[in-house]
């Protein structure tokens, strides 16, 4: 795997982990409806970001990443575990709001 490749894999990484960690702080926060809007947006940015060098890399090698496939096997289970936060912050949402 070269170098721009590995950056890219560990930028989805670090994206994907902000992302999730702004949407637990969004649970958290789910009784103040502004901070919870500022946390979700805040991870959306960041899920986005990891979204797109995900996307970019597919379309670079789309037989798959073979020298780095550990590497995105994480990058992939990070932006997946932040997805589940995310949909789990709206619920939190929902549930505080009725």
Known sequence: MNSR????????ISYAGSARSHYIKAIDAAADPEEFEKLIQNGDSCFDQAHRIHFNLLQENPEGIVEGMLLM?????????AETFRILARKFRDIQQN
């Not at 096997?73 to 575990?81: L, R, V």
């Open 5 to 12: 490749t590995e950056l890219q894999i560990t930028q989805m």
């Open 73 to 81: 096997i994480h990058a992939e289970d990070q932006m997946s575990a």
